[in-house]
């Protein structure tokens, strides 16, 4: 036992044996003379420093993907916003404009007219013969209202200012829907008929025959009631017409269509 000690000591040395340690150590050089043993078990040495858990880069990973996740979902959650949000201000415009906007008129006009006789009878008291036909167009220019005849929509001829002929176009209760164009092809004759022209007005019809060409107004008279809407307006307009008188056996003849000139309604709706 005391060579064993010298030994060591002349050596110089030194173990360290921890408390509960074994047999198997990593030595440690400090210098030439001197070796110091260090008795740690394998397992420790060889085990890495302790890492903790939940830090580090997959955290970050994680909390980056749920940041970029919740930052596309706001983007859609505003773009439905805005999209909901125009929805909305486009059905307000639609009610507004159909329900407390202003009615656009409906258009009248003659497409077509045809004159094959026309003549002055004068006894025994003084009236007209003639031949007339007409395509009259009715159009409603409103885009989501439809109208319905709350009267019947009726034409009546005349000439100089003397009215000659009344004839029913449309029935009362009639509808007509939006952006439509009904065309309504009226015929009327007459042997005889009736007028009171007086001096002033026979003296125009010699003038007007001389030429062929005779003037003739129609006034179209009635009442519509707009779908949607309490407003009823009365519809009166007036469609002067310059009409050739066709010689016998001719198929046809040359007619410019004519717009009718509505009157001013005393109505803010109409």
Known sequence: MSI???LLLSQRIIISLPAGSTSNSIPTQTDANSKQYSLLPTSEARTPPHQPRGDGDGEATMCGCCGECWDNVKDWLICLAVVIGLIVIAGVVIV???????LRHVRIRVE?????????????TTALAYNL????????????I?????KPLEAAYSFDGQP???????D???KQGPRKTVVYHLASSSEARGVALGNAGEAEFRKENATGVFEVEVAVTGKFKYTLRKTKCKIEATCPLKLQLAAPGATSV?????????????????
């Open 4 to 6: 064993i000690l010298y």
């Open 96 to 102: 507004i404009v159909i329900f407390g906007g202003p």
């Open 112 to 124: 077509d007219a045809s004159l094959t006789r026309f003549a002055l009878v004068t006894t025994p």
């Open 133 to 144: 036909t007409l395509a009259l167009t009715v159009r409603n220019p409103n885009w989501a």
């Open 146 to 150: 439809g109208i319905k005849h709350d």
């Open 164 to 170: 000659f002929e009344r004839v029913h176009v449309a």
């Open 172 to 174: 009362k209760g009639d």
């Open 254 to 270: 040359v007619f410019q269509k004519v717009d009718c000139e509505l009157a001013k309604s005393d109505d803010k709706y109409c």
